[in-house]
């Protein structure tokens, strides 16, 4: 219960001075807020309950059923080193989907955001232990409706925080393609085991390019779905306003299938304002198959000179980006360049985003979204402790010091940058009246190498960025504006570049390939020209042979 030394420390919070003579009314106030409290923690209950062999868990104050007679979990188990040579896998399990779907016999993997009842779940970091997920994730449900195979769950960066790969615990996800290079984040252990073909699609998550990151670097078609679209129920949030989860996999129809599977409103997640029922997502499979005939003849493309634009794009990136749009006009598509000012604005706009709210969200401070709230992580997380800190590194902690700063220094900051996303959606929507998709390199620097796991947080934050000291970016220069605005956007490969050149360290390096990515943007829900997008570049060239 309330003291009056919690009133004072309440009061000093707020810098206001309590006259002596209302010390004891404040306190009866809090007396208020202690009984309300205590009133919704009981009901109906979050004491331990054993679940048997020594391991207890707090009862859900609201739980999505599972059936798990229908969809049994078998084989649970934490990969041994030797069965996780990428050390792309949180967890394994296997969970079969009803036959006759439409990813029937499609193995699926899910970032280690989303949760899946009864397999245990890291959100990339050991600052918790033993949080094991008492309901399945919407997206989850719906891949086994549809006869997916849940094969586990794919590693993420510590707390999903990072654009590269070196922050897991249990050491870096390599990339497919070259050891000892990024997979890139947050969404790492998708890209590194789809990539690698030990898995056939997966779901990621992103809130500033952390689905077309990996996909980029990994040699995958990633697609962020328009927000809201494909419903986040049961996945650990990082800020509600940016969070997204989104489908990748090998090959665009895949892609589309995945989406096809996981999209529509779900009755609970209130950030699919404009979302279909279920029933009314398109068929982008079926799209997709009956459309192959014209594959882009006559699509419009904007390229966007500001997304060329980056100090951090790297000239190979840039000359295949550019070589690969002009195999669209091979292919019956007319481009022109296009320009959107405010795009050079939206890595600024992110950060803030990003760090402000995230960075709430990790003390518990989840406010204003009607949804389902996963306490028994934050619970377990909540309060911090130096030690939790030491063993979430320097993307969590950074964040933890830029947000805390953040909001005590620029309290408007965040709604001035929210604002600022409008206008940047504004002034794409006016380009995209004139052209189906605008494309720039997804990623302006090929693969980087690891950071080593004990160089200090600067260190982790110049990995990522550029090498310019005016370039906020980096890594997430084109990838950051559609997080903002909402838009979809995908990426798809067109080819292999050397490594950047700082990561040259010998001369037998110049032999190293690493994947390349273009990124495309659509109008809001028109995933449909993005997969096709995808889908007509993919059946006319091999892009590993470009």
Known sequence: MATLS??????????????????????????????????????????????????????????IPVDEVKYPRKDIHQPLPEDNKLRGWAWKATIHGEPGGILEGKTVCFKDTVCVAKVPQLFGTTAIEDFIPVSDATVVTRVLEQGGIVVGKAMCENLSHGPSSHSSPFGPVENPYAKGFSAGGSSSGCGALIGSGEVDMGVGGDQGGSIRIPASLCGLVGLKPTFGLVPYTGVLSSDSGLDTVGPMAQTALDVALLLQATAGYDNIDDRQLGAPLPTGVPKYSELLLNGRKDGVKGLRIGILKEGFASSSLDKAVDDKCRSAITKFVELGATVEEVSVPLHLMAPHINHILNKFGSSQTRQGRQVSRRGLYVNEFWEKLIPWTQEKYEKAKYYVTGTAMSGEYGWSRYPTAYGRAMNLSRRLRDEYNTVLQDYDVIVMPTVPQPARRHVAYDAGPLAWAEASRSLTENDLAGITSNTAASSCTGHPSITLPVGFVPPFSVDILQPEDLSIKLPCGLMAMA????????????DAFERAFNWKSL
């Open 6 to 63: 919690d009133v004072s420390a309440a009061a000093r919070k707020l810098s206001f001075a309590i006259p002596p003579n209302h010390e004891e009314e404040y306190l009866a106030l809090l007396g208020i807020t202690d009984r309300a409290v205590a009133a919704v923690m009981a009901y109906p209950g979050t004491n331990k309950v054993h679940l048997g062999k020594a391991k207890t868990h707090y009862r859900r104050d609201y739980q």
């Open 523 to 534: 109008k809001m829900f028109d995933e449909a020209t993005l997969i096709n997008f995808a």
